[in-house]
């Protein structure tokens, strides 16, 4: 039978393949084994006899692999091995069930307990109460036991500020118990019969990382699941789901291991029970998913779906978070061998390989949109292009401010925001006429945390003249707010703020400028805390060999024709000192005369230096500004970008839900020190451990262990308290979320 021609079995009937040639159908009323889909052992309800003869034979027989059995029959290789041994040294009868537990009566009835109790509360010792009461040392310990748990369920607590019931609750739970076995599922799994495997919680004590579980409300509110259900729908069949997936992902990023390598450092059993699984998936498992949600090409509409979440909330004041946006470029340097092209990092100070993203943040400096930029790209045209995506995310034809830096700068790009329904908000660029000082006055601004500052500014207009209009002197019109600041040696200087929005104060106008640092922020943080700056996949294509990229020698030879310019200046300037001193006769000589020998002598250096100009800038111009990508760097290479955008928004979750927890440490809790501490109080609290209480129905109780201080024990107390109002229901299930913080002993 093993040898014939392999028989697929139905799907729908909820088989269990083993291997290629055997499959298990179980129920309530039995069960049976398929061999190449033919009918080959059964058994009833309660005849484990034959259910285990029929998985030993499996394997004897040669038409499964041990672990398959194993597997399917959800056991662990080694009571299979006892199976087969007993099988092989007693037959049918070596495999009967055997009893379990005592096989006489418990001598410790209650009668029995309450006897024990009398003796051993006059202080009498073990050995002593067991041989007055005629039972063992360990049946006077259990009954002493019972004793101590009654106590707890009916008595006051003997932990300080915890209610009896409580208590109870707490002595309950097992410490560190076996995870939940899921090895059918792992194994319809493994034969395609799966979708994926639904989180399931047990009862457990003291486990690490259960502090995770306090980012869950807030990362709901980022929509990354519900974003990534609307675009993906659900990952190909398989045991871990596109939820859990996503969800082990960001819980990573927040306890400090964002990529998939971090994996690695975690426990997979214990980060598995904050994700209801029996271990939690590892590194190949991790890249596959992600590498099958990359296979879809969507990442970019996740991208768009949570801007447009993002943006269709309110802010934490209930303001508009479409009101002010903030757009920058961002340089991700690449270490590795590829034939990457290069780009100017601002922060590393040089040309480095490199990848250009142009990211949005709104205005609390939470990521909002990411684009990857195009190559050799520059901020005013990825602008330009990213209009219609914020449109789309905006949702409506409202203004909405945008404020970049002076890489942005083009006039001609301010006009065409104008009229697309978009404020500018920038510094300017350049030199520029200084304002009067009598224009100045004293301005002052409230910010969102009630502070007001006060600054001297000139607001007035200016004209910018259009770029491709400079010869028919059209220009744009635009507002400027100046303002004098500390120079550099020495002295004081005026810089200008530029915005299209006429109605904002002034003194708005230059805390909002200034407000755009916090996008800076974002990327500090995110690259210390969140591996904004790895690469995720080393994936690459080739660049488009077609594409114009700026010559060069292009830059070179206009180098030369400044150094000509200069030359040639400076030679016509000592030409004419020296004609000035040869026309000027010495004290009380008489005229001079100057001959054209005299007069060529003085001015053959600036011939020379004038037909070096004209040859420099010959050059310059034969050359051409651009040319093909494929001659002059052929073989250039651009990385992956589906991948690293699908990380990206992951990092993008992660980020927005510590900064929500962090503001909650600071607006909903008692703690003195949030202002300086709410990030390190939150990563402390995510790396708590404590318990897991899913026993009443209908909710999932975490209740973790105290912090070393009173103070920050009281204040995730009551972050605690915030976080239960929002009655969140853990991802996949039906399980209302509730926190509490254990009293310290």
């Known amino acids: 039978m093993t040898i014939q021609t392999a028989l697929p079995v139905l799907a729908d009937l909820g088989g269990v393949l083993m291997g290629e040639h055997a ?43 041990v672990n398959e059995v194993a597997a399917g029959f959800g056991v662990n290789t080694e009571s299979l091995r006892r199976w087969r041994k007993s099988l092989e040294g007693a037959g049918l009868l070596g495999l009967a069930p055997v009893k379990k ?10 009668e029995k307990a309450a006897q024990i109790r009398a003796v051993r509360v006059g202080g009498v010792s073990l050995r002593a109460t067991a041989e007055a009461t005629g039972v063992s040392t360990d049946t006077v310990r259990r009954a002493m036991a019972m004793t101590t748990a009654t106590e707890a369920a009916t008595g006051p607590s003997a932990r300080d500020g915890v209610a009896p019931l409580e208590a109870a609750e707490q002595l309950a739970l097992p410490v560190l118990p076996a995870p939940v076995p899921r090895d059918g599922e792992r194994a319809a799994a493994r034969a395609g019969l799966l979708d994926c495997a639904a989180p399931v919680f047990a009862p457990a004590a003291h486990i690490r990382h259960a502090g995770l579980f306090l980012a869950l409300p807030a990362l709901e509110t980022t929509g990354l699941l519900s974003c990534a259900k609307e675009v993906y729908g659900s990952l190909p069949d398989g045991f871990y789901g596109l939820e859990t997936i996503l969800i082990d992902a960001v819980l990573r990023a927040l306890a400090g291991e964002t990529r998939a390598e971090g994996a690695t450092r975690f426990n997979p059993v214990e980060l598995g029970r904050v994700l ?9 498992t991790i890249r596959r998913r992600i590498s099958q949600l990359a296979e879809a090409g969507k ?17 934490p004041d209930a303001e508009d978070l479409t009101a002010i946006l903030y757009v920058d470029g961002h340089v991700r340097a690449y270490q590795g061998t590829k034939k990457i092209g290069k780009i100017y990092s601002t922060r590393l100070k040089f040309p480095v390989p490199a990848t250009e993203e142009t990211w949005v943040t709104d205005a609390h400096g939470s990521p909002v949109f990411v684009v990857m930029a195009e190559p050799g790209a520059s901020l005013a045209t990825e602008l330009r292009n990213l209009l219609p995506e914020l449109r789309t995310a905006v949702g409506d034809d409202r203004r909405v401010l945008v404020g970049f830096d002076r890489g942005g700068w083009s006039p001609a790009l301010f006009q065409h925001m104008a009229e697309k329904g978009f404020d500018v908000l920038t510094w300017r660029k350049g030199a520029s006429k200084n304002i009067d000082e009598d224009q100045f006055a ?53 810089i200008h703020i530029l915005t299209t929005d006429r109605d904002m104060s002034a003194g708005e106008v230059v805390y909002r400028m200034g407000s755009r640092w916090r996008q800076e922020n974002q990327f500090r943080y995110a690259r210390m805390h969140f591996d904004l700056d790895s690469h995720d996949s080393y994936a690459s294509t ?57 007069h060529n002598q003085v001015m053959a250096p600036v011939g020379e230096a004038e037909n070096a100009l004209v040859a420099a800038e010959k050059v310059h111009k034969s050359i051409p500004a651009k040319v093909r990508l494929g001659d002059l760097s052929p073989g250039q290479q651009v990385l992956n970008t589906e991948t690293k955008l699908i990380h990206h928004g992951i990092r993008m979750a992660a980020y927005n839900t510590a900064m929500s927890i962090a503001r909650e440490i600071r607006t909903n809790t008692g703690y003195k020190r949030a202002t300086q501490e709410a990030h390190a109080l939150m990563r402390q609290a995510f790396n708590q451990a404590g318990d897991i209480d899913p026993t009443k129905p209908g909710y999932l109780t975490i209740s973790l262990d105290p912090l070393p201080t009173k103070a920050k024990t009281a204040a995730i107390a009551q972050l605690c308290e915030h976080l239960n109002s929002t009655q969140t229901r853990y991802p996949g299930t039906g399980l209302i979320l509730r926190y509490k913080i254990k009293s310290n002993a």
Request: negative net charge.
């Open 101 to 110: 537990g005592p096989k006489r009566p418990s001598l410790l009835t209650d």
């Open 276 to 284: 209801g699984m029996d271990r939690a998936p590892e590194v190949k």
């Open 23 to 65: 499959a298990l159908l179980e129920n309530e009323v039995g069960g049976k084994v398929f061999i190449n889909g033919q009918l080959a052992y059964v058994w009833g309800a309660g005849q484990d006899g034959l259910r285990r003869l029929a998985a030993s034979q499996l394997v004897d027989t040669g038409a499964a692999q």
């Open 299 to 315: 990442a970019e509409e996740l991208i768009a779906a949570l801007a447009k979440h993002h943006l269709n909330m309110s802010g």
């Open 542 to 598: 080739g660049d488009d060999e077609d594409r114009l990229v700026p010559e060069p020698a292009k830059k070179k030879a206009y180098q030369k024709v400044v150094a000509a310019r200069n030359a040639h200046a400076e030679a016509a300037a000592v030409a004419d000192a020296n004609l000035l001193a040869l026309k000027t006769p010495a004290d009380g000589a008489g005229e001079v005369t100057l001959t054209s020998a005299m």
């Open 442 to 494: 004293e301005v002052s601004h409230t910010g969102e945390n009630a502070q007001t500052r006060s600054w001297s500014v000139a607001d007035t207009l200016v004209d910018l003249p259009l770029a491709a209009t400079k010869t028919t002197g059209e220009v744009f019109t635009i507002r400027q707010v100046s303002r004098i600041v500390p120079a550099t040696g020495g002295g004081t200087r005026q």
